[in-house]
């Protein structure tokens, strides 16, 4: 019996794992979220381009699909600055939506159109 040696204590060990797990889906997500905030940023720009663009080609001699479209596509442009001029041209383009048969556009209307895409 005098020979049996003394059980040492239990030790503790140090694992900073769940720390270092952590630490790196923190990043990732940090990450993640700013291509995110690229890309949206990036397409928002392309929406905005791809709506000036498909306003500058508008057909005119077609009243109904001018209505229809710049409704679609000149909300995407409108800020504080435009927005009375946006309702004002989208006021006056109701009467040429939601008929079988309509008129052709207003030279004045056109010219008022052609100004809001060139602003």
């Not at 600055?81 to 209307?109: G, M, R």
């Amino acid at each position: 019996m005098s020979q049996l040696k003394d059980i040492k204590p239990i030790v503790t060990i140090t694992d900073d794992s769940l720390i270092y797990f952590l630490t790196i889906v923190f990043i990732i997500l940090l990450m993640t979220g700013f291509f995110y905030w690229k890309s949206r940023k990036a397409k928002h720009n392309d929406t905005r381009k791809n709506a000036i663009i498909k306003l500058q080609e508008l057909d005119y001699s077609n009243s109904k699909m001018v209505a229809y479209d710049f409704k679609k596509y000149a909300e995407r442009l409108c800020n504080d600055d435009n927005k009375t001029q946006f309702e004002q041209i989208n006021y006056a383009l109701e009467h040429y939506k939601y008929k079988k048969q309509v008129d052709s556009l207003d030279s004045d209307l056109i010219q008022k159109i052609k100004e809001f895409v060139n602003v």
